[in-house]
């Protein structure tokens, strides 16, 4: 089965080429760029490749937040997009999922972290179940003190808001490397292959972005 999956939560997106759960090609864009701008070019780049053409994709994983309010927009819209072009299944996947499936072997249980600004954090606890990797429900949104007040010895922590807190995390913590924190698309791919194994489905028409909570200009609207 031919799948594309699609990362684009945060500030560096990427893409990756699948058949089944075998990558063929993973792609980063560059994080100067917009990703609206260079997505398209660099899928297109892509495709010819793997001599593959849109059309002949079968399904398309996104990650759907949580993340960026503009990249989680332009991610979720292109695999719409393509999802209808191509009549292709598609599936969402937590993003915080994506980070903790990309945890080393020898861990079992994680908490996943990306910065969610105003000195909060998202946050979600997933343990490894053979293949993959299921969670304790939605991500929070967590004051950032409170999350680290929260933190017991034996605790192991991954995510891209580590970068501006891993001096503040309490003796005892597990830190993974720093390799694991940032979401892949390959992984966003493998654990849509794995799902779609156990039976997930999913259309274009009920894809959408994992927000978790309103923008900056709807709070100014609603204030």
Same mark, same amino acid.
């Given at each position: 089965?031919?799948? @594309? ?53 079968? @399904? ?33 996947? $937590? ?107 999913? $259309? ?17 609207? $609603?204030?």
């Amino acid at each position: 089965m031919k799948l @594309l999956a699609l990362e684009t939560s945060l500030r560096q997106s990427s893409f990756a080429l699948l058949e089944g759960d075998q990558l063929l090609r993973q792609v980063e864009l560059d994080p100067a760029l917009r990703t609206a701008a260079a997505l398209t070019p660099a899928l297109e780049e892509a495709f010819r490749s793997v001599d593959w053409a849109p059309g002949q994709i079968e @399904l398309i994983a996104v990650s759907h937040g949580p993340g960026s309010f503009t990249g989680l927009r332009i991610g979720v819209a292109t695999a719409k997009a393509l999802a209808y072009v191509a009549k292709a299944e598609v599936l969402g996947i $937590d993003t915080l999922r994506v980070i903790a499936a990309q945890s080393p072997a020898h861990v079992n249980n994680v908490q996943t972290i990306i910065d969610a600004q105003r000195q909060e954090v998202f946050v979600a606890k997933y343990q490894r179940q053979e293949s993959s990797w299921n969670g304790d429900g939605l991500a929070k949104i967590v004051e950032i003190d409170a999350w680290i007040a929260s933190l017991k010895v034996g605790d192991c922590v991954s995510g891209t808001a580590l970068a501006k807190l891993r001096e503040e995390i309490p003796a005892g913590v597990q830190i993974l490397p720093e390799s694991c924190w940032r979401p892949m698309a390959a992984t966003v791919g493998q654990l849509a292959w794995s799902d779609y194994q156990s039976g997930a489905r999913g $259309d274009h028409w009920n894809l959408a972005p994992r927000y978790y909570r309103k923008s900056a200009a709807e709070e100014k609207l $609603d204030g």
